[in-house]
């Protein structure tokens, strides 16, 4: 049992490239949900999901889009990455909507 | 979303209980009041969570209002481990979304 796994741990972008940030959870979680974190700042939801097929907009969607084709897999998709994009980004999932969160270990994203 | 309000730090002596209030006065009948904590360079973590009454865990005690207006995380003995950036979020199991909204937290240090 993995709990959350995100990959890649670093990664650094040229501005306009794009990328996909990997998450996948091993728990049968129906509800996952991506954030950022800028420096010295609190975590800020992105997207998430309540099931596989249907996600929907967080609090900073801009510039991201996701899909949720499987239980398992949330990926977040940078569609031109921006310097401003520069974040540590964690994926999250629960069992329930109001039960333990497991997080991973976070993808520390540098967009030059 | 309703929102929750901490004080922005605190200090603690090792070997010394702990004691980090939460404001939630516009907190709904069926809202979970859920406790994590981030380590440095790591990702949040569960510490506990309740509804009505105070609970206990092997990381730390939950103390819950009467009027639930307001609960307070209780680390027994704080350890260097501890120090940790800790964060109070209300949880709706019938919002049916799984986003938890972070605010800034409390920075808790402990002191040798």
């Known amino acids: 049992n993995a709990g959350v796994t995100q990959t890649p741990k670093f990664q650094v972008l040229k501005t306009g490239q794009s990328m996909t940030l990997q998450c996948a959870q091993d728990?049968?979680?129906?509800?996952m949900s991506w954030y950022r974190q800028d420096p010295g700042m609190g975590l800020r939801l992105i997207h998430y999901s309540v099931g596989a097929g249907i996600t929907d907009q967080g609090e900073v969607p801009n510039g991201y889009n996701v899909s949720r084709s499987t239980t398992e897999d949330f990926p977040l998709r940078l569609l031109s990455a921006a310097p401003s994009q520069t974040s540590v980004y964690f994926c999250a999932s629960s069992y329930e909507s109001h039960t333990e969160a497991f997080f991973g270990q976070g993808t520390r994203l540098t967009v030059v | 979303d309703a929102k929750t309000t901490q004080p922005n730090s605190m200090e603690s002596n090792e070997e010394e209980p702990v004691h980090l209030p939460c404001n939630h006065s516009?907190?709904?009948?069926?809202?979970?009041i859920h406790w994590y904590r981030q380590l440095p360079s790591q990702g949040p973590e569960y510490v506990i969570h309740?509804?009505?009454s105070n609970v206990n865990n092997r990381m730390a005690s939950l103390a819950i209002a009467e009027d639930r207006k307001s609960s307070t995380l209780i680390l027994h003995r704080a350890t260097l481990r501890d120090a940790a950036v800790y964060y109070c979020?209300?949880?709706?199991?019938?919002?049916?979304?799984?986003?938890?909204?972070f605010g800034q937290g409390t920075t808790l240090q402990v002191k040798p």
């Open positions: 309740g509804l009505t």
């Open positions: 979020i209300l949880r709706d199991p019938f919002g049916n979304t799984g986003k938890l909204i």
């Open positions: 728990m049968n979680h129906e509800y």
């Open positions: 516009t907190i709904s009948g069926t809202d979970y």
